[in-house]
């Protein structure tokens, strides 16, 4: 009914940037929060940033202040994250999650449409 898809991961050498992107579709009406959790091989799913449909308001975990940016597209039904600066700590499985309410949380239990993820690499 809500499909996420994923993309723009891949490997970066620390300092450099990296765009994700979430593309919605299906039953895009029902979405009122769109946000990016990140989870490293055996490490708990982490919240990063999340964004409301109608952009706005934001919300971001401290360690990406200033280097992430989470923003809407709205003609191509996307929700991005610009990733600057990045670390080899920011390596992990990205992925964006919907939720039926505009608050945004940082806990994934409410959001209920998750995409597949796509894979983010900083080397040192």
């Known amino acids: 009914q809500v499909q996420l898809v994923e993309s723009g991961g891949g490997l970066v050498q620390a300092g450099g940037s990296l765009k994700l992107s979430c593309a919605a579709s299906?039953?895009?009406?029902?979405?009122?929060?769109i946000a990016w959790f990140r989870q490293a091989p055996g490490k708990e799913r982490e919240f990063v940033a999340a964004?409301?449909?109608?952009?706005?308001?934001?919300n971001y975990v401290d360690s990406v202040k200033g280097r992430f940016t989470i923003s809407r597209d709205n003609a191509k039904n996307t929700v991005n994250l610009q990733m600057n600066s990045l670390k080899p700590e920011d390596t992990a499985a990205y992925y964006c999650?919907?939720?039926?309410?505009?608050?945004?949380?940082?806990?994934?239990?409410?959001?209920?449409?998750w995409g597949q993820g796509t894979q983010v690499t900083v080397s040192s």
């Open positions: 999650a919907a939720r039926d309410g505009p608050s945004l949380y940082t806990s994934g239990n409410y959001y209920q449409h």
């Open positions: 299906g039953r895009t009406f029902t979405i009122n929060a």
């Open positions: 964004i409301r449909w109608n952009g706005i308001g934001t």
